[in-house]
């Protein structure tokens, strides 16, 4: 089965404090996507990333991606109540017949406290 | 700004009733998904369409079908509504070529079936 394993779950912390969110997998990915929804709406599209061990910056959220294209992460600095909500990561399988079907993880709830 | 738009973003229907929800963007994108939300069980893949009148099964096409008869236009029909197709129901579309399968949501449609 092709997973996309998010941790943690759930995450309530308070306001200024740090976190990181992972999303692992045994497959490959040619790409993965981080997306966040807010309650009610649909998700909305942070970053991608592509190559092997990249690093983007989105202000205060840090994405990478592993050497092996196999598992990601999102670190928030100083998180504020702004960033609440679900945060999901996606990706495409290598060698998946580039159909642009997408494995989402489960997501990850976020709750920052003011 | 990239646009993906739903007809409806609340709809209470009875059980039995033809449900209708109806997709449109504006990118000129070649993929559609249509996928369904629910607490613990991430989202899932209805059926998606990378052209006009092409469309594919995805992991749980019981009880719906699809219309793709414009590019922009992605329909979702549920022939016969049961109370278990309550859910949130988003829509998203995406290139065809890669390699970035980004994909962009609607903003949901929270589906009630009494």
């Known amino acids: 089965t092709q997973l996309l394993e998010q941790s943690p779950q759930f995450l309530s912390i308070q306001e200024g404090e740090n976190l990181t969110v992972y999303c692992n997998s045994s497959s490959v990915f040619s790409s993965l996507q981080w997306y966040r929804q807010e309650p009610g709406e649909g998700p909305v599209l942070l970053v991608t990333v592509v190559t092997g061990g990249e690093v983007k910056k989105l202000k205060r959220l840090t994405f990478q991606f592993g050497d092996a294209r196999k598992d990601s992460s999102l670190h928030i600095t100083a998180a504020q109540p702004g960033d609440t909500g679900l945060y999901l990561c996606a990706g495409d399988i290598e060698r998946s017949g580039n159909t642009g079907k997408l494995i989402f993880g489960q997501g990850t709830t976020l709750q920052v406290k003011p | ?114």
């Open chain 2, 1 to 114: 700004d990239v646009k993906v738009t739903q007809s409806s973003r609340y709809l209470v229907k009875r059980t039995g009733e033809k449900v209708f929800l109806e997709c449109v963007q504006d990118m000129d994108h070649e993929n559609m998904f249509w996928y369904r939300q629910d607490p613990g069980l991430g989202l899932r893949l209805i059926y998606f369409s990378y052209d006009v009148k092409m469309k594919e099964k995805g992991d749980i096409p019981e009880g719906y079908s699809v219309s793709r008869e414009k590019k922009e236009r992605f329909s979702l029909i549920l022939e016969s509504a049961s109370t278990n197709q309550t859910s949130m129901y988003l829509c998203a579309s995406s290139l065809l070529g890669g390699p970035l399968y980004e994909q962009y949501f609607g903003p949901g449609t929270r589906l009630t079936v009494t």
